[in-house]
């Protein structure tokens, strides 16, 4: 018996569109004479769907879909993911079809409410085990979460499952992939069932999926791999004892490379579903800006991607002719617009309220909003969405000015740690050096004031990535960090007061990737007004 796993990159909410992709890609496989198909979890609707689901159109468009695939499609089983009223309640559901006619429907037992997920606000848990039967194999059926316990997969068994099929979306941050395959692979052992697992691929809002489907035997062997980060169908044999069987075992990417293919899969898919021309964004000379810029015009390429440079009394040369240089390497449209005349008008106009006033961050401020300013002019006049290029550490203490560098519609290093940007950055260079060496050795500076670098405001990067990474991603108190890692305390309750206080900004951010375990945004719900900390 031969069953492909469609890894598939869909879109949330076009239904009709996901259901005639469903279609293409049976009608291919039936041709290949691939007995089974699985498709992600929510096939027809995508995930997350969110409060789409509340919809009462929405529900009526996906059953229609439904409807729609069983008349079209025969000669191979499906099994897709979609939302579904029974008897008055909404499940996340599972539904096995053939030839017209639905074999089984499984309603996922689990349902996540942590982290990114939300599952208990739409959904209602099912209760029960779902097999079918197809070559004298018994196939039983589970969504995503439900292997992340014991009891799902275990009670399939039990009831006689030879195969389970488990629907997934799944997001990415790093390591994930890893961990999630090595608890299926002891589930499939400890419960002595195969275990086929597919998994969606591809960017939604601030969520990257990374596919890495795979299969497991019932001795909990890895026998299947699919790639991270790519569309494609993936086959595999099942023999008459419902062993699984196949020669594709795709390797893992390095851990910094996977975060980069994550962060490129999420531009694309963010400009390219949300029907954007291209993008613009601020190129400063920096390290941060410039590794935005490769990113995009990996996602995108060179001609969807145009770059402004705005120097200002403050701007070193060298960071001129660095953003000048990278935007040459990578044959990006490249503009200049110098923000001293801006500037200064502002100043002059400013002269009686700032009358006896020493400057201050207010001035700096300022450029910042220029530069903002300029930039979504660009943006509105191109129809090119505008790329802000702050990192997470930045994001988590408020180094950041609002509407001022935090203007823009997406913010792909918004999860991405300063030290981890570094990485990255050399990464890229493996090959060639697209971003110049000296933006990524030269001292970091938002070039405000004269000789100004982060330090001066900051603890050095990878003090203050590691507390920010104890503080937001594992919870840890400032008397437990300051234990743990021989930080000063007084340092290290700085920092936190820092992250906290800076709650109203992150608030006014815009979407970034997540590849973090604890990414701000849908993971991170801290009151603005907060006198616990």
């Known amino acids: ?21 469903v279609i293409e890609v049976a009608q291919e496989q039936a041709r290949l004479d691939v007995d089974l198909l699985l498709f992600p979890e929510l096939t027809l609707i995508g995930y997350p769907p ?52 639905i074999l089984a429907e499984y309603r996922k037992r689990e349902l996540p409410n942590y982290s990114v997920f939300d599952e208990k606000r739409y959904f209602v848990p099912g209760q029960d085990v779902a097999l079918f039967e197809q070559a004298g ?17 275990a009670d399939s068994a039990e009831a006689g499952a030879d195969v389970v099929l488990v629907l997934n979306a799944s997001p990415y941050h790093r390591g994930k992939a890893q961990q999630r395959e090595r608890l299926v692979a002891e589930l499939a052992a400890r419960n002595e069932v195969a275990l086929v697992y597919g998994n969606l691929v591809g960017g939604q809002d601030e969520l990257v999926f990374d596919g890495a489907s795979f299969a497991c035997d019932r001795r909990g062997e890895v026998v299947l791999r699919c790639a991270q980060f790519r569309e494609g169908i993936w086959w595999l044999t099942l023999d008459a004892g419902g062993n699984p069987h196949a020669d594709t075992l795709a390797p893992w990417l390095e851990p910094v490379q996977e975060v980069y293919e994550a962060l490129v899969c999420g531009i694309r898919d963010y400009v390219n579903k949300n029907g954007f021309n291209g993008v613009v964004l601020g190129l400063s000379g920096g390290i941060d800006s410039a590794l935005t810029l490769a990113i995009a015009v990996d996602a995108l390429g060179a001609d969807c991607v145009e770059v402004v440079s705005m120097p200002s009394r403050y701007t070193a040369d060298m960071s001129n002719e660095d953003a000048a240089e990278q935007a040459r390497r990578l044959g990006v449209k490249y503009l200049s617009i110098p923000i001293e005349p801006a500037f200064q008008t502002l100043l002059d106009m400013l002269t009686e309220p700032f009358a006896g006033l020493p400057m201050d961050v207010t001035e700096e401020n300022m450029q910042a909003r220029i530069r903002g300013l300029l930039l979504m002019a660009i943006s509105n006049k191109t129809g090119r969405m505008l790329l802000t290029t702050g990192n997470k550490s930045e994001m988590s203490v408020g180094y950041a000015t609002l509407y001022g560098d935090m203007n823009g519609g997406f913010a792909p290093l918004k999860d991405v740690p300063k030290t981890l940007v570094y990485a990255l950055a050399r990464w890229r260079n493996r090959d060639g050096e697209v971003i110049p060496e000296r933006v990524i050795t030269r001292p970091p500076s938002a070039e405000l004031r004269p000789d100004q670098q982060d330090t001066d405001s900051l603890p050095p990067y990878e003090v203050l990535d590691e507390i920010i990474e104890r503080f937001v991603e594992q919870d840890q108190s ?6 743990e890692s021989g930080f000063d305390r007084a340092e290290v309750a700085r920092v936190v007061r ?21 990414a701000y945004g849908r993971d991170w719900r801290y009151p603005i007004v907060n006198g616990c900390l």
Request: proline share 3%; aromatic share 6%.
């Open 50 to 101: 969110e409060d789409l689901l509340f919809r009462h159109e929405c529900q009526a468009r996906v059953d229609a879909a439904l409807q729609l695939i069983l008349q079209e499609v025969t000669g191979i089983t499906l099994v897709i993911g979609m939302p579904a009223m029974r008897d008055g309640r909404r499940y996340n559901l599972a539904v096995a079809l053939r030839d017209g006619e």
């Open 498 to 518: 820092m992250i906290i206080r800076s709650e109203y900004k992150r608030r006014q951010a815009a979407p970034g990737i997540k590849i973090t375990a604890r």
């Open 137 to 153: 194999i018994q196939f039983g059926l589970t969504i995503c979460e439900d292997v992340w316990v014991a009891g799902p997969v």
């Open 1 to 21: 018996m031969r069953i492909a796993i469609a890894q598939l990159d869909l879109k949330v909410g076009a239904i009709e569109e996901n259901a005639w992709r």
């Open 478 to 483: 400032v008397e437990e960090i300051a234990a």
